[in-house]
C-alpha cells in the first residue's frame, strides 16, 4: 500500500495491462477494427492514384504541371498499390490456410 | 519521414535544379538583349537556393527527443537575383539604344560560363533523379519481403 503510493507507476501497471487485455478482446471481437483498418489502407491508395491522376492530368494538358512531380507521384501511387496487392496476397493466404484447417 | 520522404526531398531538388537551367536559357538567349522593360540591357540573373523550413527552435526542441535529430530537408529557390556587374560597353553609333557618344550596353554575359552552369544543373538534376530511383527501389525490395 505503501510501496505503490510512493511510486505512482506501479499502481497504475496492473490498470494498463488490463486496459491493453480489453483493447485487444475487443478489436479481437468486433471485425470492425481490421476493416477499418483496412479501408483506411484502401482510401490512402485511393488517393495516391487520384492525386498522381490529377498531376499526369495537368501534365497533359498543359497546366504548367511539373514532368518530375507527375512522375513522382505516378511511382508513389504504383508503390502503394504494390504494397496493398502484397498485403491482400498475404490476407488472402492467411484466410486459405484457416480455411484448411482440419480437426 | 514518412515512405516517400527521399522522393519529396529528391522532388523539390529536381524542380531547383530544372528553375537553375531556365534561368541560365535565359541568361543565354538574352546575352545581346540592349533592352528591357526596367530599362538598360539585360542583367545576368542567378538562382539562390535554400534549404526548405529552416529550422526553428520549435522544431529542433520537438526533434530533441527523437532519435534521428533533425529532419531531411528539401530545397527551394529563395531568390532570383540580378548580377551587378556592369554592362559590357560597344561602339555601334547606329544602334537604337546607342547613347550620346555611340556605346551600346551590352549584358555582361559570358557563354561558357553559362554553358558550364546549365551542364551542372542537368547533371545535378541527374543525381537527383538517381535519388528517386535508389528509393524506389528501395521500397520496392522492402515490399518484396513481404512475399
Do not use: W
Not at chain 1, 486496459?19 to 481490421?34: K, L, P
Not at chain 2, 541568361?27 to 542583367?43: F, W
Amino acid at each position: 500500500m505503501q510501496i505503490s503510493s510512493q511510486l505512482p507507476g506501479l499502481g497504475t501497471l496492473p490498470n494498463a495491462a488490463a486496459e491493453a487485455a480489453r483493447s485487444t478482446t475487443a478489436g479481437g471481437r468486433g471485425e470492425d477494427s481490421f476493416l477499418k483498418t483496412l479501408h483506411g489502407a484502401l482510401d490512402q491508395v485511393d488517393q495516391m492514384q487520384g492525386s498522381a491522376q490529377d498531376k499526369v492530368n495537368g501534365l497533359l494538358s498543359g497546366n504548367g504541371q511539373d514532368v518530375h512531380s507527375a512522375m513522382i507521384a505516378v511511382q508513389q501511387a504504383s508503390l502503394s498499390f504494390e504494397l496493398m496487392m502484397q498485403v491482400r496476397n498475404k490476407v488472402v493466404n492467411a484466410y486459405t490456410e484457416i480455411s484448411r484447417l482440419q480437426f | 519521414m514518412n515512405l516517400f520522404g527521399v522522393m519529396q526531398v529528391s522532388g523539390s531538388a529536381l524542380g531547383a535544379e530544372r528553375i537553375r537551367s531556365e534561368v541560365t536559357a535565359a541568361n543565354l538567349a538574352n546575352a545581346e538583349s540592349t533592352h528591357t522593360e526596367e530599362g538598360g540591357p539585360y542583367r545576368r540573373k542567378q538562382v539562390v537556393f535554400a534549404s526548405q523550413n529552416a529550422p526553428s527552435f520549435q522544431n529542433t526542441l520537438a526533434g530533441a527527443g527523437e532519435s534521428h535529430g533533425s529532419q531531411p530537408r528539401g530545397v527551394v529557390v529563395r531568390d532570383v537575383v540580378s548580377d551587378p556587374a556592369p554592362p559590357i560597353m560597344r561602339y555601334e553609333p547606329s544602334h537604337p539604344d546607342a547613347n550620346e557618344a555611340g556605346y551600346v550596353a551590352y549584358p555582361n554575359i559570358n557563354p561558357v560560363a553559362e554553358m558550364t552552369d546549365l551542364l551542372s544543373a542537368v547533371r545535378s538534376y541527374q543525381m537527383n533523379v538517381a535519388a528517386v530511383s535508389a528509393s524506389k527501389q528501395m521500397i520496392a525490395q522492402s515490399i518484396d519481403i513481404l512475399r
